[in-house]
């Protein structure tokens, strides 16, 4: 008996000398395994994620302290779809891409990390102040950052020249003289304008130039408003008239618009490069900023920005605002720019002598710049992506039923207020 007590203290003796020695070579380990790794995951693909590959080599190779490894998940659907896989197996990457109107949801579920600390330790004022307003507005939540910003489009209206030169006519400034011409091609064989498959960006941006937001800042659905019914009302009467049309099964415009089988399109200004990479090199085209409505011009933004996920370590945050802070950079927002269509999102790339002398060879991109001067961008909440099937559904109703706008806002209107109310 005596002798098995002492093979047992003898035992306990040697694991706890055994789970010493692991746990020194552990943290051995840490210190000495090189850079504190950073995955990264984003939906660029070709082009895009060829440069933005090459600022994170660029990234890497700058110092030894982070290192960060980027993956494309192809895709915003399969983007979303990995994240919240991975939030159940607790698999996140450390940082990723993310629409700033998801941040809400995100945050509600615990997928996030609070970076106010960090992004105002390492960013000062003025780098701040440089993002521009409309950017900005959402970034933070409930007063703390969760995002920095990296790819932003604003909203324009692409439209053809050639039919302008044959008819005479000038760019249109204002729906109505927009619509008027409209009606004037129509007369003509030639549609005015093509939506992309939903207007739904074109009815907001509507609203709020007739001075109605639909979901506010104080979470208040504003949707079945005379202002909103007026704006919807503008894009049906076009599409019951024939002068416009959506995209329908090419989903976006820019398929019939490089065809020459339209006058004008809307669309993100990231929109530019692939019109320039498949319109016929006969065709000449412009840009200009979003025709007014209601004495007032607007785009509303679609922003994309970075975000931290929980799991993080304390270092693997502080390199993630580094790297954030690096692709915010005046440098690498000018690159990026001109390597992906985005607009700059802050004021010192667009005002960048290299950005300047970019924009004057390239005209198309000016009116993309232009449209940060009155941009807004969507109001974040709790259940923001069932609203916004919501909206789209409505939309649709509109175009494939002819449903009339107040029957369909004022049952949107009911479908927000009720989201609104259980996610407070």
Known sequence: ?????????????????????????????KSTKGPVTITFWHRMTGNYNKALEGYIKTFNSSQKQYKVVATSQGSYDNLQKKYLASAKSRTLPTIGQV?????????????????????????????????????????????????????????????????????????????????KMSQQLKDDGITGVAFNKS???????????????????????????????????????????????TAGLDNYFNVPFVQGKIFAGFGSSATIQQIAATAPKSMHWGTAVMPSFAGKASSVLGNNGISVFKGASADQIKGAVTFMKFLMSTKIQTQWAKASGYVPVVKTATQSSAYQAYLKENPTYQAAVDAYDDAFSSTPFIGYNTYRNNLLDAVDQTVSKNAEPKTVLTNLQKQADTILKDNK
């Open 1 to 29: 008996m005596m002798k098995r007590r002492w093979l047992l203290g003898f035992a306990t003796v040697l694991m706890a000398v055994l789970l010493v020695a692991c746990g020194s070579g552990s943290s051995a380990q």
């Open 99 to 179: 629409t700033d109107t998801i941040i809400p949801e995100y945050v509600h579920d615990g997928m996030l990390v609070n970076i106010d600390s960090q992004v105002k330790s390492q960013f000062s004022a003025n780098e701040l102040k440089a993002i521009y307003p409309g950017i900005a507005t959402n970034l933070k939540y409930e007063g703390k950052y969760y995002q920095i910003p990296f790819a932003t489009g604003t909203r324009l209206m692409f439209y053809n020249k050639d039919i302008l030169d044959k008819y005479h006519l000038s760019v249109p400034k204002t729906w109505e003289e927009l619509t």
């Open 199 to 245: 207007y739904d960006f074109e009815f907001e941006t509507l609203a709020y130039d007739a001075g109605n937001r639909l979901i506010t800042p104080k979470y208040q659905a504003k949707i079945d408003t005379s202002a909103s019914i007026k704006a919807m009302t503008a894009i049906t009467t076009m599409l019951k008239d024939k002068t416009a049309v």
